[in-house]
């Protein structure tokens, strides 16, 4: 028997929603989109147009009094994740919200109540999550392949200088940790699979803009340390290494891959310097991977696959940086 697709609506027209997301969804088998909204009602038909969307809402209310909308997807600013959110779950939609799923992890904390009253899904849009090459790696590192896991290093930036982007608007959750320092810290939680116990971090704030360019940090874990360092304000650059104590595991593209070509871990043994064994996963598009689970779990009654207590967690380090970046000294999250 086949199962009906899930029906979603876009909360925004946002690049990621209108590059990435939306194609992601229509290219699947799990769910289709319905419906676009935007405040400007031009926008949203606009958006409609190009990506042959049925429905566009000239503000967010109409669409979740949709009934045709099952789900929504949400790209809108940081400080407007968690409110968006709710009124979401309220008005009887599953939620897939953009990262980080909030400005803070007391705000992020109010979903896990909002979920469980309404009865739908909400999660964070960590899209590398469930990339197959991410979840392979990690098994690697469940066989002792690489040892004991000690230590992982990360690096991700790009160059943006733009007044009017908003993520130079400190009101509206900007800034370089919390933008792309999710990625880093949310996949060494995943790659060590337990929470720090205490971080360390260090901030260099644009007198512009008054948001974070450049985020330096440790994460101490009970067996080993995560450290990474990412700016919105540099040449652009992506690297992950994952290293124990008989091996490493290298990645290339590790937050970004592109969905149209393999992508590979470069495994190093300590028994044998020098050779490089290669594991090629399949193309993949991780957006796209991201809603098909979710749209399954809908489907099935079945729990997010990233439970949004993970995604609360993981604000409880981001917010840690924050204090220890003005202490000057170790937070425990």
């Not at 029906?7 to 969804?25: H, Q, S, T």
């Not at 919200?97 to 960590?126: D, F, H, M, N, Y």
């Not at 590192?141 to 230590?151: A, D, E, H, K, T």
Request: proline content about 6%; charged content about 20%; aromatic content about 6%.
């Amino acid at each position: 028997m086949s199962v009906r697709k899930t029906r979603w609506g876009i909360l925004g027209v946002a690049k990621i929603a209108l590059e990435k997301v939306i194609p992601a969804i229509q290219a699947g088998v799990t769910g289709e989109v319905v419906a676009i909204a935007s405040r400007s009602l031009a926008k949203a038909q606009a958006a409609a147009d190009r990506l042959r969307i049925p429905r566009a809402h000239g503000c967010y209310e109409e669409l979740l009094a949709d009934a045709d909308v099952d789900a929504v997807y949400i790209p809108l600013p940081n400080h407007l994740h968690v409110p968006w959110s709710i009124r979401a779950l309220e008005a009887g939609k599953h939620v897939l919200c953009e990262k980080p799923i909030a400005t803070s992890a007391a705000e992020a904390e109010t979903l896990i109540a909002v979920a469980a009253r309404t009865g739908r899904l909400v999660q964070e849009a960590a899209m590398v999550r469930t990339h197959p090459r991410w979840l392979g790696a990690r098994e690697i590192v469940r066989s002792g392949r690489i040892g004991q896991l000690r230590s992982m290093t990360g690096f991700f930036s790009y160059f943006n200088e733009s007044p009017s982007n908003v993520r130079h608007d400190p009101a509206m959750g900007g800034g370089a940790l919390l933008d792309i320092g999710f990625y880093p810290i949310t996949l060494a939680r995943f790659m060590f699979e337990a929470e720090p116990v205490r971080v360390i971090g260090a901030l260099e704030i644009d007198p512009r803009f008054g948001v974070d360019r450049l985020a330096s940090a440790i994460l101490e874990f009970a067996r080993g340390h995560a450290i990474f360092t990412c700016s919105t304000q540099l040449m652009p650059h992506q690297s992950a290494d994952i290293l124990g104590t008989r091996g490493r595991i290298g990645m290339e593209i590790p937050w970004s891959m592109p969905h149209d070509r393999t992508s590979r871990l470069i495994v190093e043994d300590i028994d044998r310097p020098g050779q490089l064994d290669q594991v090629t996963f399949a193309a993949c598009d991780q957006w796209g991977v991201q809603c098909d689970r979710f749209c399954e779990a809908i489907a099935t009654r079945s729990a997010a696959p990233i439970p949004i207590e993970d995604a609360v967690a993981n604000m409880r380090v981001i917010d840690a940086l924050f204090r220890s970046a003005h202490s000057g000294h170790w937070e425990a999250p």
